[in-house]
Antibody, heavy 122, light 109 residues
Framework: QVQLVQSGAEVRKPGASVKVSCKAS????????IHWVRQAPGQRLEWMGW????????KYSQKFQGKVTIARDTSASTAYMELSSLTSEDTAVYFC???????????????WGQGTLVTVSS | EIVLTQSPGTLSLSPGERATLSCRAS???????LAWYQQKPGQAPRLLIY???SRATGIPDRISGSGSGTDFTLTISRLEPEDFAVYYC??????????FGQGTKLEIK
């Protein structure tokens, strides 16, 4: 069955960076895009960006341009999301999610990772 | 950016009753690209509906979606205990960002 397993919770100080991993299994990793969505306390879900796993092309929300980097390692069936220049407003649960589209992204999400809590605190 | 507004914020109903959740967009959603998700405490969201009215794999037919343009509805015809959760709508398919509503909490009365 399809699974997305994320790395564990992280605590960082303001100004630092964090990198979250997302290991996929149960499907052909290179055939589907991976997106990242975050959920800050009391806030709505927020789409951050996505990567077309087959060729590594990325697209980011304008809000996160320059702050987030999404990458993948096809040999490890793993996607990564790195967030830099952290502030307290980046405290949130970060989800990797699978796009059900094949060669083209459909931009809704059929499978979700379990989420990774990133806490930014001095 | 398309802003999605869900109503009501909280809906209190009893098992067996019918639930109607609303999602209104600030501008027309292209090609009816509207999805619904269910989230229970401590869990990731789960896809229920995509393309306004298509049920995801394993979703029972008592859960349905409808609407067009800027007004969309998720209906649960007969509430089961496992349906009490938070529900989010999401628009996609046009230009990013792909946005979510603020959620409707469905609680047991």
């Amino acid at each position: 069955q399809v699974q997305l397993v994320q790395s564990g919770a992280e605590v960082r100080k303001p100004g630092a960076s964090v990198k979250v991993s997302c290991k996929a299994s149960g499907y052909t990793f290179t055939n589907y895009a991976i997106h990242w969505v975050r959920q800050a306390p009391g806030q709505r879900l927020e789409w951050m960006g996505w990567i077309k796993v087959a060729n590594g092309n990325t697209k980011y929300s304008q809000k996160f341009q320059g702050k987030v980097t999404i990458a993948r390692d096809t040999s490890a069936s793993t996607a990564y999301m790195e967030l830099s220049s952290l502030t307290s407003e980046d405290t949130a649960v970060y989800f990797c999610v699978k796009d059900p589209g094949g060669s083209s992204s459909w931009e809704y999400f059929d499978y979700w990772g379990q989420g990774t809590l990133v806490t930014v605190s001095s | 950016e398309i802003v999605l507004t869900q109503s009501p914020g909280t809906l209190s109903l009893s098992p067996g009753e019918r639930a109607t959740l609303s999602c209104r967009a600030s501008q027309s959603v292209s090609n009816s690209y509207l999805a619904w998700y269910q989230q229970k405490p401590g869990q990731a969201p789960r896809l229920l509906i995509y393309g306004v009215s298509s049920r995801a794999t394993g979703i029972p037919d008592r859960i349905s979606g409808s609407g067009s343009g800027t007004d969309f509805t998720l209906t649960i015809s007969r509430l089961e205990p496992e349906d009490f959760a938070v529900y989010y709508c999401q628009q996609y398919g046009g230009s990013p960002p792909y946005t979510f509503g603020q959620g409707t909490k469905l609680e047991i009365k």
